[in-house]
């Protein structure tokens, strides 16, 4: 009777449906907030860092639970979980130290586990500001941050900002950052915006088309810097540096087999280009700067990101040939030298 009921088990466990494996992951809350196109919940699979994470959590066995809340808000509900039960971590974050809203600064590597880079692309951090601000032909010629000491920065709460910025600037802080750029729109005070360039254009596209006109961005150092994002979870518990371990093989892993750099390319439609040599007796080469002697050879068939097309690009240019002998900006996402942000001559740009 005995050996007739294990066979019976035995049969019912053999012919059991199988059960997906989209079934039994298990689901783990992760804190986000919106930051198009990096992250938002009208964004297919809520944008390209939100994709990024879940697909390593997906690897890792679990499937995420993505909760837009205010940066400031998901950063310190993160920080107090200090179990592997409900939040496990929030994104994406720089590694910069910030000051909270009480003033104090605070060091968010002493506090959080952080991750590998999300993205082979680094964010590209900028000022914006009102062309038609009373002073705004002093931020035209600024190139230092004490150019910047009679203009007012509007801050997001949350957000973490150089140092030497907050301490040498007024600021006002606000809770998003589509206020913020609500406020240069208010002539009566020389406000700016120290916002990531992609982000930046996204709101003013589709929160001030009709007026985006009026906003100019300063791009030169030290006014700008470029930044990794990451994922990261909370110092008090002590499973989560096994955690962002495990969160950084298989992150590396989806790296490895080219599945970012195609991320990238999706969410950054347009801008992924091919460089080749018109013809064979040309060098495919680039330089970190416009004024540089100094140039990288680069393989060719290498793939680019553009991070600023040249304006030669952008205007009625009829001479082709002083066109293809301008440059235009583009960090590399494979070879060699990826990850490099350089200045290409237009004639090695192919689209694909």
């Known amino acids: 009777m005995k050996s007739l009921l294990l066979v019976f088990v035995f049969l019912a466990f053999v012919f059991l449906p199988a059960v997906p494996r989209s079934e039994v992951l298990k689901t783990i809350d992760v804190l986000t907030g919106e930051w198009k196109p990096y992250t938002s919940k009208d964004m297919k699979g809520y944008g390209l860092a939100s994709e990024i994470v879940t697909r390593v959590l997906k690897r890792m066995g679990y499937r995420p639970n993505h909760i837009f809340v205010p940066f400031d808000r998901a950063y310190e509900l993160a920080l107090k979980s200090d179990t592997n039960t409900g939040v496990r971590g929030t994104f994406p974050f720089w590694k910069r130290s910030f000051i909270d809203r009480n003033g104090n600064v605070r060091d968010r590597a002493r506090e959080m586990y952080f991750s590998n880079a999300l993205t082979t692309t680094k964010t590209n951090v900028v000022i914006f500001y009102n062309f038609n601000q009373e002073k705004a032909i002093k931020l035209q010629h600024a190139d230092t941050i004490p150019d910047l000491s009679e203009f007012t920065l509007v801050a997001v709460e949350g957000y973490a900002y150089p140092t030497e910025i907050i301490e040498l600037l007024k600021s006002e802080r606000v809770e998003g ?50 930044e990794d994002i990451h994922f990261i979870a909370s110092r008090r518990n002590p499973h989560n540096q096994i955690f962002i371990n495990n969160f950084n093989e298989n992150l590396e892993k989806l790296r490895a087999q080219g599945i970012i750099d195609a991320l990238e390319a999706e969410y950054f439609k347009g801008t992924v280009v091919r460089l080749n040599v018109p013809e064979t007796s040309l060098m495919l080469a680039g330089r970190e700067r416009l004024d540089d002697d100094f140039e990288y050879k680069l393989p060719r068939g290498t793939r680019a990101v553009v991070i600023e097309w040249g304006s030669e690009f952008l205007l009625n240019n009829k001479n082709l040939d002083s066109m293809m002998s301008k440059f235009t900006r583009v960090e590399i996402v494979n070879g060699p030298l990826k990850g490099k942000k350089l200045f290409i001559e237009n004639k090695f740009i192919e689209l694909p």
């Open 177 to 226: 950052e589509v206020i913020a750029f609500e406020k240069l729109f208010d002539k009566s005070a020389p406000y700016i915006v120290l916002a990531e360039k992609r982000v930046g254009k996204q709101i003013l596209n589709e929160r001030f088309a009709d007026n985006q006109m009026e906003i100019g961005i300063i791009s030169a150092k030290p006014l700008q810097f470029e």
